[in-house]
């Protein structure tokens, strides 16, 4: 037996042999002869050996079994650490919506503390006027799989403080042998929302004004043009799509005839629009 083991041992067998209470069966880290460690398990009990007691021992080698159940500690610890250090929120759910894992991104989302939500019900994360609802959806998971399980889908969520907010959840299924049926990735999006609500109130008033307005991003491509930008330029429609370089506009103005002054310096004339559009 290992040498940190051996006073453990003797204390058994001192117990077993008084008629003592002493475990039956136990795992003990033992020395092969040459030195190497292994895993055991042994079953013990007292019998009577010619005239006296002792003690009879089975030994069975669990050197592998160790092993493995190292590395799934292992693999369970670094799933915790990128649970827990994500930047997503990470909610699993099992067979009845109760939650079960409930990350630090997720508390942070929604205001509530893992302590105070795990085993409540999922619902309690969804707006009120959702909630009857979500029972019936997760009775009849199979049937509504493909609409949910792995598709990103924008929601809206509900906060401890009643307030709701726009999220984007992807659903994954789980094998139902871990406790766990469902796991969640929420993702708060409500900048990105409120981006592409301004810049839908932003085109839509550049779109309304009659001067022409071309907006062309940093390589040079036209990506917002509005109506009087087109009608200015309805002789080379096929230069104010969006994806056009600036300066293939400017030399279907030349190749049209539509700039005078590029008449017999169509490089150079080029060239000083590139210069002062840049």
């Known amino acids: 037996?290992?040498?940190?083991?051996?006073?453990?041992?003797?204390?058994?067998?001192?117990?077993?042999?008084?008629?003592?209470?002493?475990?039956?069966?136990?795992?003990?880290?033992?020395?092969?002869?040459?030195?190497?460690?292994?895993?055991?398990?042994?079953?013990?009990?007292?019998?009577?050996?010619?005239?006296?007691y002792a003690t009879q021992s089975t030994v069975v080698d669990i050197t592998e079994q160790k092993k493995l159940e190292a590395k799934v500690r292992?693999?369970?610890?670094?799933?915790?650490?990128?649970?827990?250090?994500t930047g997503d929120g990470i909610i699993s759910v099992d067979?009845?919506?109760?939650?079960?894992?409930?990350?630090?991104?997720?508390?942070?989302?929604?205001?509530?503390?893992?302590?105070?939500?795990?085993g409540r019900d999922v619902a309690i994360l969804m707006p009120e006027a959702e909630r009857p609802d979500h029972k019936a959806y997760l009775d009849n998971s199979t049937m509504h799989e493909s609409r949910i399980i792995n598709q990103v889908r924008e929601l809206f969520g509900q906060r401890k403080d009643g307030s709701n907010f726009p999220i984007e959840l992807n659903v994954a299924k789980l094998d139902p042998a871990s406790g766990d049926r469902f796991v969640g990735v929420v993702r708060d999006i409500t900048e990105r929302v409120e981006a592409e609500r301004h810049q839908k109130h932003l085109a839509t008033a550049v779109e309304s004004l009659k001067h022409p307005i071309g907006i062309f991003d940093a390589d040079d491509r036209l990506v917002f043009a509005n109506r009087a930008y087109q009608e200015i330029n309805d002789l080379i429609p096929n230069a104010v799509e969006l994806g056009t370089f600036f300066e293939d506009?400017?030399?279907?103005?030349?190749?049209?005839?539509?700039?005078?002054?590029?008449?017999?310096?169509?490089?150079?004339?080029?060239?000083?629009?590139?210069?002062?559009h840049r």
């Open 1 to 52: 037996w290992a040498p940190n083991e051996q006073d453990r041992l003797k204390g058994y067998a001192a117990t077993r042999k008084r008629g003592g209470d002493a475990p039956t069966k136990y795992e003990v880290e033992a020395r092969r002869r040459d030195g190497s460690t292994i895993w055991v398990i042994t079953t013990a009990r007292r019998i009577m050996w010619q005239g006296e």
């Open 74 to 85: 292992e693999s369970e610890t670094r799933l915790a650490g990128i649970i827990a250090n």
């Open 95 to 118: 067979q009845y919506g109760k939650i079960r894992i409930f990350n630090p991104a997720a508390e942070a989302m929604f205001g509530y503390q893992a302590d105070e939500i795990v």
């Open 249 to 276: 506009h400017l030399r279907a103005v030349v190749e049209k005839g539509l700039a005078p002054d590029a008449v017999g310096r169509e490089e150079d004339w080029i060239a000083e629009r590139l210069a002062k």
